[in-house]
């Protein structure tokens, strides 16, 4: 008996030892951030002061007594009144295509051809190559709002190829060099694409499907300008303190670029590629399941259903206002939507696809409904979803269809959407309170490049419903308005949903990745206004501070 006694009086104090040890250990972290104002997004929207961070994830999060109680660590940041927020998350969004343009002439914003010429003669200057590559124009930014012509290129560019994209990536204009390259000779059918003519003769502009045809013989950029794009896309898009976001149609080579980058740590923006619909990427990624990374989820297919509106390629029930005769077109038959959706059902995929104009989104919703069969979690989704027919917003919810929406072509759009499809149908038109009703969350994204990368703008345009002028003054159609807490939960927690990754971020609570941004103002609190100037003070991806505004 005495022999146990003293085995035990031994054993007891080891015992202790080790629980205060690892008591110990347990509340030391790799970082703590205290004395700041943290909205979470949690289910209750509740705002915190002070987080502990470790291995990239949040440990805990509560008031600043609760956590440097409790916590010690190396590394503790006072944020003196700071404003963090999740990582904002862009739930649609062309990244690999936006760092490729990085390499090519910038056109956004041009007031005239005149000067999207001027543009692209300077960075050819400046960067000279085999061909001229170039996107961002738009027609209805100038003042006479016509197409232009191939002419006007061949004028200064008669043996150089020169390719031009629209700003919203479904119209182009190509020179007679790069037509010939193509071998486009005169007009010819496209399946749903475009060649326009005028007076029996091609006129350089190309629509939908059409544009691959020069595609197709324009060079890859080498692997280190692709790989050096890729780097400054990812630093601007943490400068606006993007975290995450959906690459909306990506082929493999592109995802195990991609993927590869990630590896080697060059690359720590998360990414949800959504696959474009073709054989190789079925055979590679759908065939196989979900593909999945802390930083790269591949389980969706993405395709068109129509073009847009700015090029009248979005498919509409009635003719064009402006342009009678005219119901856009339809880039991807019924027939085959229906195929790539069974498809998507039968290996457990999210099905994404672009719908503007409402016969588009009508044909789709259908095609959907015919799958679906009920409510479900699926969350296949209509992008855009950005001119629905009265009579079908209800199916959305029928069958739990999430509306992928971007608040910010609504207020790019206004100026002129009322010439395409006049006052009735743009009531019904970038209706997100009515979409937002139908399941009681939504994604809202930009879908850079053919917007500017800036979360803001699209969280302003949510909410306040004006353009960057401050146009209209009341708001457009202020009755489908966001709340300021709708906006932010659009870009965070509703965005990751949208990805099925609202259990590792979206929100800042414990378990969740470390991905914030802070800013010295609060963007729920101050004048609309100010939204548009405030700077990002500092972006952390896993707890890794990845961006700095040192002003």
Known sequence: ???????????????????????????????????????????????????????????????????????????????????????????????????????????????????????????????????????????????????????????????????????????????????????????????????????????????????????????????????????????????????????????????????????????KLRVYAMLNPNEENFEHFLKNGHYKTPHLNVRSIKLFADGALGSRGAKLLEPYSDDPGNYGLLENSAEFIAEIANKTYENNYQLNIHCIGDSAARMVLNIFADVLKEKNDLRWRIEHAQIIHPDDFDLFGQYSIIPSVQAIHATSDMLWAIDRIGEKRLRNSYALKQLLEQNSWLPNSSDFPVEPINPLYGFYAAFERKNFDGIPEDGFQMENALSREEALKAMTIWAAKSQFEENEKGSLEPGKFADFVVFDNNIMKIPADDILTEKVKQTFVGGELVFENEK
Not at 28 to 37: G, S
């Open 1 to 267: 008996m005495r022999t146990i006694i003293i085995i035990i009086s031994l054993v007891i104090p080891v015992l202790i030892s080790s629980c205060d040890y690892n008591l110990k250990n347990d509340t030391k972290v790799d970082l703590i951030i205290h004395n700041a104002t943290i909205y979470t997004t949690d289910k209750d929207f509740s705002i915190a002061e002070s987080m502990a961070i470790s291995e990239g994830k949040i440990v805990d999060i509560g008031s600043n007594k609760e956590i440097l109680e409790k916590y010690e660590s190396k590394n503790i940041i006072d944020y003196k009144g700071k404003f963090i927020y999740p990582g904002f998350i862009d739930p649609h969004s062309h990244y690999f295509g936006y760092g490729r343009s990085l390499i090519h002439a910038d056109l956004f914003g041009s007031k005239s051809f005149t000067e999207v010429i001027e543009r692209i003669q300077a960075h050819h200057e400046e960067f000279p190559s085999e061909w001229i590559l170039g996107r961002g124009w738009d027609q209805n930014e100038w003042d006479v709002k016509k197409f232009p012509h191939r002419r006007e290129l061949d004028e200064v560019f008669p043996n150089t190829p020169v390719l031009l994209r629209r700003v919203d990536g479904h119209a182009a204009i190509a020179n007679t060099e790069a037509l010939n390259r193509a071998g486009i000779k005169e007009a010819k059918e496209v399946k749903g694409g475009l060649i326009r003519t005028k007076n029996g003769e091609i006129t350089g502009i190309l629509v939908g499907n059409a544009i691959s045809l020069v595609d197709k013989v324009v060079p890859e950029p080498s692997e280190d300008q692709l790989y050096n794009a890729l780097d400054m896309a990812q630093q601007n898009l943490f400068s606006v303190g993007l975290t995450s976001v959906s690459d909306a149609g990506l082929d493999k080579e592109s995802i195990m670029i991609i993927d590869s980058l990630h590896k080697n740590n060059i690359l």
